[in-house]
């Protein structure tokens, strides 16, 4: 029987409505029941991949799970995440092992060897039971300058522990590591401050 207002009528399916998407929501979840560390990229050319993976690591921290971070590239400034994340050194291993990027060392050859010493400390944390997850922060663009070569690093990404989380991100992900990931997110941009003349901010970049 229907109510005497056109507001309660609205209610009344809005509410019916409801109970089936969640008796439908319900069904779905039910049948995802399993558990496993998974390989997640984060790639493309909008702003966010680093600050989506950090975001990861602070909820990582609240579940009282153990975190290494390499940064590659990344390390000739201080940053706002090192200065947090070295308040938590039971719980988070940061490392910026990054000289800049390549236009600024202007080396190439010392670029591949702190990249191969980035790439070692990535390598001895997946290998460490102890971490629950890894993140190899920019590794996408040590890969696309073939500072590493993509047939190693991939085995080592793939070959990690059932339960452990490994996280890549960086611009131009190669095609191979996005077929091996379990989760993949391209950032679009949209609009970008820096394309109107505003710098690099503090809290925002970095």
Same mark, same amino acid.
């Given at each position: 029987?229907?109510?005497?207002?056109?507001?309660?009528?609205?209610? *009344?399916?809005?509410?019916?409505?409801?109970?089936? =998407?969640?008796?439908? !929501?319900?069904?779905?979840?039910?049948?995802?029941?399993?558990?496993?560390?998974?390989?997640?990229?984060?790639?493309?050319?909008? =702003?966010?991949?680093?600050?989506?993976?950090?975001? %990861?690591?602070?909820?990582?921290?609240?579940?009282?799970?153990?975190?290494?971070?390499? !940064?590659?590239?990344?390390?000739?400034?201080?940053?706002?995440?090192?200065?947090?994340?070295?308040? $938590?050194?039971?719980?988070?291993?940061? =490392?910026?092992? #990054?000289? #800049?990027?390549?236009?600024?060392?202007? /080396?190439? *050859?010392?670029?591949? @060897?702190? @990249?191969?010493?980035?790439?070692?400390?990535?390598?001895? %944390?997946? @290998?460490?039971?102890?971490? /629950?997850?890894?993140? *190899?922060?920019?590794?996408?663009?040590?890969?696309?300058?073939?500072?590493?070569?993509? /047939?190693?690093?991939?085995?080592?990404?793939?070959?990690?522990?059932?339960?452990?989380?490994?996280?890549?991100?960086?611009?131009?992900?190669?095609?191979?590591?996005?077929?091996?990931?379990?989760?993949?997110?391209?950032?679009?941009?949209?609009?970008?401050?820096?394309?109107?003349?505003?710098? *690099?901010?503090?809290?925002?970049? $970095?």
């Amino acid at each position: 029987m229907e109510s005497d207002t056109p507001a309660a009528d609205a209610e *009344a399916r809005h509410s019916e409505k409801m109970r089936k =998407k969640q008796a439908a !929501q319900a069904k779905i979840m039910a049948t995802k029941t399993r558990e496993q560390g998974l390989l997640i990229v984060h790639t493309g050319k909008g =702003k966010g991949k680093t600050s989506a993976a950090l975001g %990861m690591v602070v909820r990582a921290i609240g579940h009282g799970m153990k975190v290494g971070v390499v !940064q590659f590239v990344k390390g000739a400034m201080t940053t706002g995440e090192k200065v947090v994340f070295d308040a $938590f050194p039971d719980h988070v291993e940061f =490392k910026p092992m #990054g000289e #800049g990027f390549t236009w600024d060392t202007q /080396d190439r *050859a010392r670029d591949i @060897a702190v @990249a191969r010493a980035g790439w070692d400390e990535v390598c001895r %944390m997946i @290998a460490d039971p102890s971490y /629950d997850m890894v993140l *190899a922060d920019e590794l996408n663009i040590v890969l696309r300058y073939d500072y590493l070569p993509l /047939d190693e690093v991939l085995p080592v990404l793939t070959g990690r522990a059932p339960m452990k989380h490994v996280i890549v991100t960086g611009r131009n992900a190669p095609d191979a590591l996005i077929e091996a990931a379990d989760l993949v997110t391209d950032m679009t941009m949209v609009k970008h401050p820096f394309r109107s003349g505003v710098k *690099a901010q503090k809290g925002i970049e $970095f």
